[in-house]
């Protein structure tokens, strides 16, 4: 997603602040899925574009209380909001005062410009990467499906959960003992959205080729494990240094904010995934694999 298409996206939702819209619609005006225009913008902007949504909504809102004599009820069902109370709740979080308390002359609000997005491209070593072809992939894994708005917020804990979950109830280590040892790797496998879908699958996985043991993986298909295929596809790689998931996070800021305005690939509708090696390097925590194409 070029930078023109996220201010494209922002002028949309500008144009139809006042309309009953979310990041879904917004995705399709700039002929987007919505998981992937939901996943760019949050790591282009540090919100999502539902966010950005309700905090302009908020902002003209008490503006407007400030400026005329519209009621609070008017204002809840102008700004999108379906009582008053519910307006009045979200009022208050946002500006530290009520809807009536705004009213009052003095009263102090808080003001949300309409988005600029600038980017500034720098030369030199933007960040280490290197590009691999892969034909078609297979994989057993466990699955889940999660509602798109988890991608990318820094505050859900959703995926790293699910981890632990699998972890906790020991359903990773039977994948790996498919593998010989040097070779049980595990990846974290995250499908690509289609239009008009509102949930993206997450797997936890090992690789299904002439390494893994057959009749075992054919026993855990059974018992509720998923199989998951990658068609061919070139990907971009990088390392992920860090402790813990926020590199993962900061690979995919660097990725949306920098790899792709300087080196003209974007990213394609396959399937990315991060690999967690059994002996990984010093502080590597993963690498971060990205389906993509030239523009």
């Given at each position: 997603?070029?930078?023109?298409?996220?201010?494209?996206?922002?002028?949309?939702?500008?144009?139809?602040?006042?309309?009953?819209?979310?990041?879904?619609?917004?995705?399709?005006?700039?002929?987007?899925?919505?998981?992937?225009?939901?996943?760019?913008?949050?790591?282009?902007?540090?919100m999502?574009?539902?966010?950005y949504?309700?905090?302009?909504?908020?902002?003209?809102?008490?503006?407007?209380?400030?400026?005329?004599?519209?009621?609070v009820t008017?204002?809840?069902?102008?700004?999108?909001?379906?009582?008053?109370?519910?307006?009045?709740?979200?009022?208050?979080?946002?500006?530290?005062?009520?809807?009536?308390?705004?009213?009052?002359?003095?009263?102090?609000?808080?003001?949300?410009?309409?988005?600029?997005?600038?980017?500034?491209?720098?030369?030199?070593?933007?960040?280490?990467?290197?590009?691999?072809?892969?034909?078609?992939?297979?994989f057993?894994?466990?699955?889940?499906?999660?509602?798109?708005?988890?991608?990318?917020?820094?505050?859900?804990?959703?995926?790293?959960?699910?981890?632990?979950?699998?972890?906790?109830?020991?359903?990773?280590?039977?994948?790996?003992?498919?593998r010989?040892?040097?070779?049980?790797?595990?990846?974290?496998?995250?499908?690509?959205?289609?239009?008009?879908?509102?949930?993206?699958?997450?797997?936890?996985?090992?690789m299904?080729?002439?390494?893994?043991?057959?009749?075992?993986?054919a026993?855990?298909?059974?018992?509720?494990?998923?199989?998951?295929?990658?068609?061919?596809?070139?990907?971009?790689?990088?390392?992920?240094?860090?402790?813990?998931?926020d590199?993962?996070?900061?690979?995919?800021?660097?990725?949306?904010?920098?790899?792709?305005?300087?080196?003209?690939?974007?990213?394609?509708?396959g399937?990315?995934?991060?690999?967690?090696f059994?002996?990984?390097?010093?502080?590597?925590?993963?690498?971060?694999?990205?389906?993509?194409?030239?523009?």
């Open positions: 997603m070029s930078v023109e298409l996220i201010q494209q996206a922002v002028c949309y939702m500008e144009e139809h602040i006042y309309d009953d819209i979310t990041y879904v619609e917004t995705a399709k005006s700039v002929r987007m899925s919505g998981y992937d225009f939901h996943r760019t913008f949050r790591f282009v902007t540090g999502t574009a539902n966010e949504i309700r905090n302009r909504r908020l902002a003209l809102a008490a503006q407007e209380l400030q400026a005329t004599d519209l009621s008017e204002a809840a069902y102008k700004y999108g909001y379906r009582t008053p109370e519910s307006f009045s709740k979200a009022f208050s979080k946002f500006h530290g005062s009520t809807p009536k308390q705004a009213k009052q002359k003095g009263a102090q609000i808080r003001l949300f410009n309409p988005l600029v997005i600038k980017i500034t491209m720098e030369g030199g070593s933007m960040m280490d990467y290197r590009m691999e072809h892969r034909e078609r992939q297979k057993i894994a466990l699955v889940r499906e999660f509602p798109n708005e988890v991608a990318g917020d820094d505050n859900d804990h959703s995926i790293p959960d699910f981890w632990s979950e699998c972890g906790r109830k020991n359903r990773v280590e039977p994948m790996q003992s498919l010989p040892e040097g070779k049980r790797d595990v990846y974290g496998l995250c499908s690509p959205m289609k239009d008009a879908e509102t949930h993206f699958r997450y797997g936890i996985g090992v299904l080729d002439g390494d893994t043991d057959e009749e075992g993986a026993r855990l298909l059974e018992d509720g494990y998923t199989l998951w295929e990658t068609e061919p596809a070139d990907y971009a790689v990088f390392s992920c240094i860090g402790t813990d998931g590199c993962l996070g900061e690979t995919w800021e660097k990725f949306f904010k920098e790899f792709v305005p300087q080196t003209g690939y974007v990213q394609t509708d399937s990315d995934y991060e690999i967690y059994e002996n990984g390097r010093n502080n590597l925590f993963c690498e971060l694999w990205v389906p993509v194409k030239k523009k």
